[in-house]
């Protein structure tokens, strides 16, 4: 062989690598895409199980409002619910409210706390 096809093979080959490499990063990329959407959805399917279709609804309009606070409200529902704090029942709209209360009067004796 010439060293003209040595560099021609070598080539292909660079270039069958840099196909691979690509592919796999996608392929990668996509699995963990898919691993977050359905993490997601194990959350939203917990929360609609959790709550009520109002309190549901309450929590839509908040996430909307302030992602950051909806979601954090959504951290907490779950961690109570998997400690078993609201006893295997739905979460009434009523009932929500007064967690939010109770979370804005938490957090609001943090804030006096720290100045």
Same mark, same amino acid.
């Given at each position: 062989?010439?060293?003209?096809?040595?560099?021609?093979? #070598?080539?292909?080959?660079?270039?069958?690598?840099?196909?691979?490499?690509?592919? @796999?990063? /996608?392929?990668?990329? @996509?699995?963990?895409?898919?691993?977050?959407?359905?993490?997601?959805?194990? #959350?939203?399917?917990? $929360?609609? @199980?959790?709550?009520?279709?109002?309190?549901?609804?309450?929590?839509?309009? &908040?996430?909307?409002?302030?992602?950051?606070? +909806?979601?954090?409200?959504?951290? &907490?529902? &779950?961690?109570?619910?998997?400690? +078993?704090? !609201? +006893? *295997?029942? /739905?979460? @009434?709209?009523?009932? !929500?409210? *007064?967690?939010?209360?109770? !979370?804005? #009067?938490?957090?609001?004796? $943090?804030?006096?706390?720290?100045?």
């Amino acid at each position: 062989m010439t060293d003209s096809e040595l560099d021609a093979i #070598r080539a292909k080959r660079l270039v069958e690598l840099q196909q691979q490499q690509t592919s @796999s990063n /996608k392929n990668s990329q @996509s699995s963990a895409e898919e691993k977050q959407q359905q993490q997601e959805d194990m #959350r939203n399917t917990m $929360l609609s @199980s959790l709550l009520t279709q109002e309190a549901r609804a309450r929590l839509n309009m &908040i996430a909307l409002t302030k992602p950051e606070k +909806g979601r954090m409200i959504e951290d &907490i529902l &779950i961690q109570n619910a998997r400690r +078993g704090a !609201f +006893g *295997g029942r /739905k979460v @009434s709209e009523e009932q !929500f409210i *007064g967690l939010l209360e109770q !979370f804005d #009067r938490r957090r609001a004796a $943090l804030d006096s706390d720290s100045d």
